[in-house]
C-alpha cells in the first residue's frame, strides 16, 4: 500500500481517537547505553545525537499524518536525541531502490517489507538478525505476536524482522443481495458457497446484471486471481511448496481442487462473471451492487468509508467457507533493521517503540488494517468486520520461505486466467503452471 487517493484526515479515516490518549502512558524504551553514569552531584551527559532514515512503502496519506503529528512525536519525547527522517516510496520503485543503496552501502536504517521479503532479503545479506534484542526487550512482548507471525519472520532460528500488519484474505459479502437469494448467512462451506453464489446470480440473457461471486479485475493487478486461489487453497488442505522448496505442489490434489472451484464458479455455473466487471472509479461491483461476494482483505470496509458510506451497513466479513479446512491465508508485513547501520541499537529502539501497542494501533489504525499483536484484536478502530477476519489470522497460511517466491506468481497466475477464461483444462493448466515453477526452483 502506498500513497492513496484517500482524501481523509488520520482521525477520520482511522475513526480513531482514544488511543492517541494511550500513547502518552507508552512506557519508556532504555535508550542505548552512553557508557558509565555521572558522579554524584554530575549532570548526566547529553545522549549523542543519532539521525535514523526509515523507508515506508506502506502507507496512506492518513498515515502520514498519524506518524507525523501522533508516533515519532511520541518517541522524540522518549528519545529526544533520536531525530527520524522517513523516505516515502512506492512498491513498484522499491526493489529497485534497495538493491541500489545496497550497492553503494548507504541505506535506509529501517525500512518496511511484504510478505515474501524475509527469505529475499536474507538471501541478500540484507538485514540485521534481532533476537539479542527481543530477549531483552522485556515488557514489549515478543509473545503478543499470532505464532504464525512470528514463525514467518525467523529463518534458521534467526528472527530477521518485526511484523506490523496482518492482510487476511476472507469472504465479503453483501448482506441485503444475500437476503434477496433467500439466504440470511453467508456460505460455511464451499458447497454452501456454490448454491449461494448461483442463487445470487442474476442474468438478462447472456448479460450479467449481479454476479454471484465477483472475481476482482486484473486490470487493476495482475495478482488477484492468485490471491484468491492462495485463500482457498489453505482451506483446501495445499501449499504452494514442499517442504524444503524443492518442487511445486500446484498439481497436487489440494491445488487442483481449489482451481476446479474457481472453474466451477467461473465456467460451469457461470455465477462468478470473468472477467469480471471493472471498478467503477473506486468502487467494485459490491459497492455498486453488482457482486454479491467476493475474497478480500478489509478493502471492501476501507472503500466504503471514503466513497460509498450508504453501503457500510450491507457489507459484512465472513469467516473462511470450509473445503477440507475452515482456513486462510495472510500475508504479513514487517519491518526490517539494516544489516548496514551503523545505528543499530537506535533504529532498536524506533522499532521497539512502533511495533509496541499504541503505536502500533496508530498506525495500522490509520489505515484501518489489523495488527498482528493479539491484544490488539479489538483495538477501539478494529470494526465487527475486522474482528471477524482477525479470528481468522491465528491459524492462516502463510507464504513459503523461499527467496524468489514472487517469481513464481505469475506461472500460476496465468494459468488461473486461461482455466478461468475456459481456454484450457485445469490439469493441463496447472501442470504447465508447476513445470514453470520448478524450472524456476531448480535455477
Not at 494511550?22 to 512506557?27: H, P, R
Not at 440473457?205 to 488477484?224: A, C, E, K, V
Not at 472451484?261 to 471493472?278: I, K, N, W
Not at 494459468?415 to 485445469?426: F, H, M, N, Q, T
Amino acid at each position: 500500500m502506498t500513497s492513496n487517493p484517500s482524501r481523509r484526515t488520520f482521525l477520520k479515516f482511522a475513526g480513531y481517537t482514544g488511543v492517541a490518549l494511550g500513547l502518552a502512558a507508552c512506557a519508556p524504551a532504555v535508550a542505548p547505553s552512553t557508557g558509565s553514569a555521572p558522579a554524584a552531584g554530575e549532570a548526566a551527559p547529553a545522549a549523542a545525537a543519532v539521525k535514523l532514515l526509515v523507508t515506508m512503502v506502506d502507507y496512506f496519506d492518513s498515515t502520514k499524518e498519524a506518524l507525523e503529528k501522533l508516533i515519532l512525536p511520541g518517541f522524540a519525547a522518549i528519545h529526544p536525541e533520536i531525530t527520524v527522517e522517513i523516505n516515502y516510496t512506492a512498491w513498484n520503485k522499491y526493489n529497485e531502490e534497495l538493491t541500489t543503496a545496497f550497492a553503494g552501502g548507504v541505506t535506509p536504517d529501517l525500512m518496511q517489507g511484504g510478505a515474501i521479503f524475509v527469505p529475499q532479503f536474507a538471501y541478500r545479506d540484507w538485514i540485521l538478525p534481532l533476537d539479542d534484542y527481543i530477549a531483552a526487550a522485556g515488557e514489549w512482548n515478543w509473545e503478543d505476536f499470532y505464532p504464525a507471525t512470528r514463525d514467518d519472520v525467523t529463518m534458521d532460528g534467526k528472527v530477521l524482522a518485526v511484523p506490523y500488519r496482518l492482510d487476511v484474505r476472507t469472504p465479503w459479502y453483501r448482506q441485503d443481495l444475500l437476503e434477496e437469494a433467500g439466504y440470511t448467512a453467508p456460505p460455511a462451506t464451499w458447497d454452501e458457497f456454490r448454491e449461494i453464489a448461483l442463487a445470487a446470480t442474476k442474468r438478462d440473457g447472456n448479460d450479467y446484471l449481479q454476479t454471484g461471486f465477483h472475481f476482482q479485475p486484473n486490470s487493476l493487478n495482475w495478482q488477484n486471481d492468485f490471491q484468491i486461489f492462495v485463500a482457498l487453497l489453505a482451506a483446501a488442505g495445499g501449499k504452494l511448496l514442499n517442504e524444503d522448496n524443492t518442487q511445486s505442489l500446484l498439481t497436487e490434489p489440494a491445488s487442483l481442487e481449489t482451481a476446479e472451484f474457481m472453474r466451477t464458479l467461473a465456467v460451469v455455473d457461470q455465477s462468478g462473471m470473468y472477467p469480471p466487471f471493472e471498478n467503477q472509479g473506486d468502487l467494485t461491483a459490491l459497492h455498486t451492487g453488482k457482486g454479491a461476494m467476493t475474497i478480500s482483505n478489509e478493502a471492501p470496509e476501507i472503500t466504503a468509508r471514503l466513497y460509498a458510506p450508504d453501503t457500510l451497513p450491507l457489507l459484512k466479513a465472513a469467516p473462511p467457507a470450509k473445503g477440507k479446512e475452515q482456513r486462510t491465508h495472510v500475508w504479513i508485513n514487517k519491518f526490517f533493521i539494516s544489516k548496514l547501520t551503523t545505528k543499530a541499537d537506535a533504529t532498536w529502539e524506533l522499532l521497539k517503540y512502533m511495533s509496541s501497542p499504541e503505536p502500533l494501533a496508530l498506525y495500522t489504525g490509520s489505515f484501518n488494517s489489523l495488527a498482528p499483536r493479539a491484544s490488539l484484536a479489538d483495538a477501539d478502530y478494529v470494526t465487527e468486520n475486522m474482528k471477524v477476519m482477525a479470528a481468522a489470522a491465528p491459524t492462516a497460511s502463510t507464504y513459503p520461505q523461499y527467496h524468489r517466491m514472487a517469481e513464481t506468481f505469475r506461472p500460476t497466475a496465468t494459468a488461473l486466467e486461461a482455466i478461468l477464461r475456459g481456454e484450457k483444462p485445469v490439469d493441463v493448466a496447472m501442470q504447465e503452471a508447476a513445470d514453470a515453477v520448478n524450472k524456476i526452483l531448480v535455477e
